[in-house]
């Protein structure tokens, strides 16, 4: 071979070398392309279904987040979802949360029955993923993100990453949602947190409600606030759990090293029953510092704005090894003045609509915190078309908010008012019974546009009252209050 050739020969190669790291090039880059445009390339429905309003947070944030790195999203609660709607979208981001025993949260019964159960709706087209909020103390954990999840995939909609379900809020879980929409859109997100930062109040006045009840004591709670608070009657209160001071001492009288007036108060809010080994020269407060923080519990708020004060209605829960976490903190632990952390969460499936509806307001025990807060907010607006049905066991021990029910009476603003006092008679009664009993005056409220709103527990009053209420109303009648929001819950 003579000179020439060889350097042709070498030339072609590196040429051909040249090309093919071009070639792989563009590959790589264009495989990139696909990957960075697979958010990009339609736009994103986030659909939420709720009963308390934290998958409706979560879906607020999951929003906000892609909005930020130029996602086009459209956010839509279940209730008002469409089929074309969900037909129509390319990709669907579901959050959701599970309640009752495994149930669909209210607003989500419809689209569960009309579109999610239709067995022609094909969305092979459409790409899917579920940020699923539960509690795994429930035996059918995150059960509705599993029935969706299901049918999402008999309808034959392609997962884009397994189901997120989330433990109580852990942040740990929520920041997996982050992190497979950050390899989604190939951006660093903010990530989504339970909520915004914690509000300081004082606890003020805390009173038993029920002296002498045979059910666990029930206490009024009221907290003081320096800052411009709102909140709209049927919201929730979120309160940050703390140690009874036996607990700290306990914890303290185990340390060897003195303690900081800072590094003390540090320890109210922290898990003093479970937490890292201290290593090897590590600062006390640093340490501490590791530890996570308790968990926070949820209250009906029982009061209005205008009222100046928050206040709650609280069981105290007895558990195995002592009082409940969140009820034994407000109702024992916390003394008078203390601070406490919490934060106000909307409500808006428990919100009021409409000044002008009549409304009929059923609840037990705890739960006359929310229809208090409802009636303070009517009486405000000046509207009279009310109706209470209460329950508790004994009309001597029992009758919560007494003096202030008999006030709204002589003020005009409560005209029905009906009790079921279950052990004040041989036979039980319940707030259920009080319906079957009151079914034409139920019917005529109904007729003339009345709302249902029922707080309280789940277990034994709400799920009995809808029984009741399918009874009388029938199943189309009460569906249709569910669309038009005339029958609302906050039941726990
Ligand atoms: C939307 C909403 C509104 C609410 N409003 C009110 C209200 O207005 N008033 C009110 O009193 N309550 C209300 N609750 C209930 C409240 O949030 C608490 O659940 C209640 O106070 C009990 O909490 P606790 O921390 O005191 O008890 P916990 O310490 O949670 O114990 C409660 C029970 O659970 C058991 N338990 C605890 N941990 C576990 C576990 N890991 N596994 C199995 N079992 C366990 C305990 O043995 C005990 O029997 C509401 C709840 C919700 C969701
Ligand atoms: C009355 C009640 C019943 C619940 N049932 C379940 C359940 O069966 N399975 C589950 O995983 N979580 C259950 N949960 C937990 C909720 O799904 C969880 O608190 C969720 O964060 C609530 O979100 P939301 O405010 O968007 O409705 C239940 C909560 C309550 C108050």
């Known amino acids: ?34 990957r960075l445009t697979t958010m990009n390339q339609h736009d994103c429905l986030i659909i939420f279904a709720t009963q308390s309003g934290q998958a409706e947070n979560m879906a607020q944030q999951t929003a906000q987040q892609l909005q930020a790195v130029g996602q086009k999203v459209s956010l839509v609660d279940i209730q008002y979802l469409t089929r074309q709607q969900l037909y129509q979208a390319k990709q669907v981001l579901w959050c959701v949360s599970t309640y009752g025993d495994g149930d669909a949260p209210d607003t989500a019964r419809l689209a569960l029955k009309h579109i999610l159960s239709q067995p022609n709706l094909d969305l092979s087209h459409q790409r899917y993923a579920i940020l699923a909020l539960g509690d795994q103390r429930y035996s059918h954990f995150c059960g509705f993100g599993q029935l969706l999840n299901q049918h999402l995939q008999q309808h034959q909609a392609q997962a884009l990453f397994e189901m997120v379900c989330v433990d109580h809020l852990k942040p740990q879980d929520l920041a997996r949602w982050t992190q497979h929409l950050e390899q989604l859109t190939q951006q660093k997100l903010m990530g989504i947190a339970q909520h915004s930062a914690w509000t300081s109040f004082t606890l003020k006045k805390r009173m038993c409600l029920n002296h002498g009840s045979q059910g666990y004591p029930i206490y009024q709670i009221q907290l003081a606030y320096d800052q411009a ?18 607990n700290i001492q306990q914890f303290l009288a185990a340390q060897s090293q003195t303690i900081s007036d ?3 108060a540090s320890l109210q809010f922290k898990n003093l029953s479970q937490f890292p080994p201290q290593l090897p020269n590590e600062a006390l407060k640093d340490w501490i510092e590791r530890f996570d923080d ?24 007895k558990t195995a090894t002592g009082l409940g976490l ?9 003394a008078l003045g203390q601070r406490l952390h919490a934060k106000i969460r909307s409500n808006p499936s428990f919100h009021l609509k409409d000044a002008g509806q009549a409304l009929i307001l059923i609840g037990n025990g705890t739960g006359i915190a929310g229809l208090v807060a409802h009636l303070a907010q009517r009486q405000q607006w000046g509207a009279q078309q009310n109706w209470l049905i209460f329950g508790e066991r004994e009309q001597q021990f029992d009758h919560l908010y007494q003096q202030q029910i008999e006030l709204w009476q002589a003020q005009g603003f409560l005209p029905v008012v009906d009790y079921a006092f279950s052990r004040d008679q041989a036979e039980k009664i319940y707030v259920q019974h009080i319906l079957q009993q009151k079914s034409v005056q139920l019917l005529s409220w109904v007729e003339a546009g009345a709302a249902i709103y029922v707080c309280g527990s789940l277990q034994g009053m709400a799920q009995e009252v809808e029984q009741s209420l399918l009874n009388i109303l029938g199943a189309e009648q009460l569906q249709q209050l569910k669309v038009q929001g005339r029958y609302q819950r906050d039941i726990y």
């Open 326 to 334: 969140g009820s034994g903190w407000l109702t024992e632990h916390a």
């Open 262 to 264: 800072d590094v003390l």
């Open 294 to 317: 308790l968990a926070m519990r949820e209250y009906s708020i029982a009061s209005i704005p205008a009222q100046g004060i928050l206040e709650l209605v609280v069981r105290q829960e």
């Open 229 to 246: 608070l709102t909140w709209s009657s049927g919201d929730i209160l979120e309160i940050q759990c703390g140690n009874a001071a036996v």
């Open 1 to 34: 071979m003579t000179h020439s050739v060889a350097v042709v020969l070498i030339a072609l190669a590196i040429l051909l070398l040249l090309y093919a790291v071009i070639i792989a090039y563009l590959i790589i880059s264009n495989r990139q392309q696909q």
